[in-house]
Structures are given as structure tokens and as C-alpha cells.
């Protein structure tokens, strides 16, 4: 060895390379990739498997069970920390490695970073058709890990050991660009994993990755600020960028100033406190009514750090003012331009408090901030009729679910969910109490992200009461890292909830004239339907059977006690509840485009047909 290299294999050089990245943004720096996740399997056990047992004192290592949840765990842990640091998942080849699909897609629609280590075929093709590998019959060169380009921010398969070097400095660029984040990924040829190379020294130096805040350009700035001057009725609607920024005090400060008022995506949920008086809580279909009555009349949308996703524009139809303009601050040049917005193309902290200094002594008139606080108040009546219970001991619904659990959280407890029904009446009724309480995985809304999640959270924010929300089909879905937090001693809480199937879906397949098809968990009938009993399974008795502690409530009282004594606990706590289905959900403010049959023989589709197309003709493009 010279002194100016040294001899590792690749799988060595890159988890000793990996040890050394930064982030640093405020004065504060970060591991970037700070634990490695893996399944092991002959596609990376002798490579970066060696590696990890090898370096396992500067790269902790985590034993997942499954590999998409090891991703939703590492989305869970950087979106915790705001996005400056992440984690690493390796798996095998073959299975493995497509098993990381859905987990990447939801990095990268969130703008999440993680970074993929599959292993991928032998570069030398020596030994093909391995184990696993796909050996496509007339493009050589694809293999499954293919299917992770379009789901990548960034992919590389290292073919040579020191194509390592600009493929890895190329991964931690992007992960760490807050414009381009997402899912990375390395695809990695077993035998080069293995293969051994003299790397210069320069290689593995500290490298550390700033993570900018670019501020807006002046003459964006002034147009925005002539826009806001002009506007009788703006809105803010608060994404998630908001939150990756940690632009909560400046948007705070920016409302504050203006009076401005701010509805928010269910990323952007929480970047106001619930109890501010300008916070509106959701946006459209999900959406509050005053909230969503803003949106109809406002005539300046002021979005920050959002996508304008259908559920956020109620597929088209929420605004509805003729003369509505948008002004989005983004730092994505792609989501600033949407709905053919004026653009402050920015971070959302620099650009707020810009607008906010631009903006001196302007404020919103005082017959609008009456009228919202007004339409905030009627709202606080809702939720309160939602989460109220006028029977202890009766059966709870699930909006008085979340009111037993209102009533337990503290300030900094983490409350995580993706999908059902939970995620719209979370955003209609919860009470947002710190920036990062609210955690709606709700860009791709995936089932089986919460558990998993809430290990990651709980890796980031250790002694913060983490609490992971999934009906019973989530559950069944993706309970695998259970027995992870057990193992680990990652005392999460599950809050497990009975409904018998997809309550959510069976509502829309209803509306949709779908007849509730395929949406309950129940046996097949006589008729060959599935409208028999429910479905004799214990899911409480699963979740124990993983390791966990539970607790079965049956009425609200009980619920009550059961939240608050899995929130004492240092154990993970599986909390099991039956619910009513009686409907206490406010109904939706808004539309959301699901297309329904234009044809049928049956009436129940005709109908919804009808309602559809009235529905339809209320979409307006914004051009
Ligand atoms: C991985 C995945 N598959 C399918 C869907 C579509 N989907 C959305 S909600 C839902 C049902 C969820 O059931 P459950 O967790 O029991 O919640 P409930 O609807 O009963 O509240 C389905 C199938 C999804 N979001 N994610
Ligand atoms: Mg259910």
C-alpha cells in the first residue's frame, strides 16, 4: 500500500466513505448517513455485510425483517430530522432488491432522502444466470434494479470499484440537495462488492454537504410583494416544505405581521400551532369548512412548500375565485411554476422572512381576519362534537378514537399515519401542538408506512412518545418491524384500530356505484360474495404474539386509560380498539376526482355517474 491509497474492497470503501459525509445547515452538522439498514441475502452478505461487521464502529448497523419497511423506517428518521440526516438500506439481489420499489417511490414523491444499496449480477457475468437474476433476453444489461430508475432522485450501478468514487459522491450530492432529495440509489454487483482497490486517501476525508438556503431573487421578491399588497383575500396554504426548512417561526412571524391566514396540506399540518389564531387547520378535500371556504373566495394563493397535489386543490374545483392568482415559494423551480403561479423559487424560511421584511406595515383587513377567526371558531365546535363522547362506556367511533388520544398527548408526542380513513379525519379534527407532531405520509398515501415509520422517529427523537396510527388492512399489510422494535427496544405505540376491513375505501367505492365491492373483510357467502361474518382473527393477539405489550379497550373509558398507560411505558405498546362505525366524521368540504363508470348495467353506477359529471363541470384550470 503507498501512502497516498488504501487497499479496501468497495463494499469497504464505500460504508468507510459513507462514515465520513455531513450535512451542515444553521451551524449545525449532521451525520448525513448515520445507521445502515440490511437484510442480508448472497447478493450483499459477503460484501457489505463484511463491510458493516468490519466498520460496524462508525456505521451502526439495523436488522429490519423487511426491506420496503426498512425504508419507510429510514423516511420515518429523516423526516424527523428535518432532512439533514438519513439513513442507508442494503439488500440482497433479486427479491431484495425489488422489494425496495414502493419504499423508494414514497422517498422521492415525499422529497425524502434514502439511500438504496442493492446488490445487482456479477459484473463479469461469469457465473450467469445467478441465483435471482432476471437475465432479460434481448437488453443484456437490465436487471431488476431497474426498476428503481424511475423511482430514484439519483441511480448508479458501480460496474468497476472506482467508478465507486464519482457514483458515490454523486448519491450524497443529491441526498443532500434540498431540491433534488429522494430516494439514491447505488446498485451494486455482487463480485464488485467483494473486489479489492488501492482508493485514494482524499476519498474517505471528512467531506460535509451544505444545505442551502438560497434566497429569492430581488425582482421575484418585489413582483410577490406588489402581489400580496394588492390582494384582498390571500391565503397561505403551508406544505411540507415549510417543515423540512424549519420555517414554522418565520411563517409565524410572516402571519403575525400580516394577518394573513394559513390553511395547510397534510404535510404542511402543524406549521402553525392548531390554536393560532390565522391557522385554519386543512385544505381541501380533506379540508376544514373555513378553510376551504377561504380557498373558494381567496383571489392570492400563496403556497409554500407544496406540490398543489388533487387532494389540495380538490382535483381542480376549490378555487373558484374568477380572479385567484397563485404566488408560490418554493425551492423547487417544478412546484413554484405550478397552476401558473407568479414564483419566489427559494427556501421557505429565507423567502418568508424576505416577504415579511418586504411587506412592513401591510395587513390583511380587518373584516377578513373577523370573518376567518369566525370560521375558525365554528370549526373548534366541530371538532369538539367529533371527539366528544356522551358515553364513556359505549364503543368508540374512531373520531372519538382521536379525541381519547388528544386528551393523553403532550406537546412533542409524534402521531404518525398513511392510509384509510384516519388520514382525513386527522387532517379535518387534529390539534397540531408542535412543528413536528403531525405525520402524514400522505404523498403516497402508502399503507404499511406507519409502524416502520414510527421506528425510524423513534431512532431520531429517543424519549418522544411516537405513536403509529393504522386500521386493521395497514396492519395486516406491514406488521413485520414489530418484532424490529422489540428487538431494538423502541418503545413506539400502535394504536390499533378494528373496523373489519377498508372502511375508507368501502365509503368510496360506494359513492363511486362500486357497491362496496372487495372492501370488507369478511367470509364468502352462500351467493359467492363476501357479505358472510367477520373474519374470526385476532390482531391483537398477532401484535402480541411479535413481542409487543397490548392492550384491548373496549369502550371509551377504557381506550383512555390503555393510551395513557402505553404512554408511561418504556416497551413498544400495542393499544386495541374496536370501533363503532357510526359516522362522526364531518363530511367532506370538498371533491376529489375518482372517475366513475360511464357505462353500466347497474343503477347504483349510473347514479354516481350522474353526480359525477356535475362534479366535473366545476374543475378550472389555472393557466
Ligand atoms: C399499499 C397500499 N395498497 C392499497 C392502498 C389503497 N388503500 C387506501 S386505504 C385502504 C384501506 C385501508 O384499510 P384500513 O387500514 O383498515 O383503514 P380503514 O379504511 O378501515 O380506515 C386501501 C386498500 C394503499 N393506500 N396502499
Ligand atoms: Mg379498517
Partial sequence: MSAATRRLTTAQALVRFLSAQYTERDGVRRRLIAGTWGVFGHGNVAGIGQALVEYADVMPYHQGRNEQAMVHAAVGYARQLNRLSAQAVTTSIGPGATNLVTGAALATVNRLPVLLLPGDYFASRVADPLLQQLEHPVEADVSVNDTLRPVSRYFDRVTRPEALIPSALGAVRVLADPAETGAVTLALPQDVQAEAYDWPEE?????VWSVRRPAPDPAELAAAVTAVRAARRPLVVAGGGIHHSEAEEALKAFVDATGIPVASTQAGKGSLRHDHPADLGGIGHT??????????TADLVIGVGTRYTDFTT??????????????NLNITGFDAHKLAARTLVCDARSGLELLTEALAGHRVEEPYAAEYRAGKERWEQVVETAYRAQDDTAVPTQTQVLGALDAVVGDEDVVINAAGSLPGDLHKLWRSR???QYHLEYGYSCMGYEIPAALGVQQAAPGTPVWALVGDGTYLMNPTEIV???????????????NHGYASIGGLSESVGAERFGTAYRHRAGDGTFTGAPLPVDLAANAASLGMDVLRAKTVRELRDALAEARASSRPTCVYIETDPAPTAPPAEAWWDVPVAEVSAREAATRARARYDTEVAERRRHL
Avoid: C, H, M
Fill in 203 to 207: 476519498f474517505f476525508a471528512e467531506r
Fill in 287 to 296: 379540508g376544514t369548512a373555513v378553510s376551504d371556504e377561504l380557498a373558494r
Fill in 484 to 498: 424490529t422494535a422489540v428487538q431494538e427496544n423502541l418503545p413506539v405505540k400502535l394504536v390499533l384500530v378494528q
Fill in 434 to 436: 408542535s412543528p413536528r
Fill in 314 to 327: 380538490a382535483s381542480g374545483t376549490l378555487f373558484q375565485n374568477p380572479d385567484v392568482r397563485f404566488l
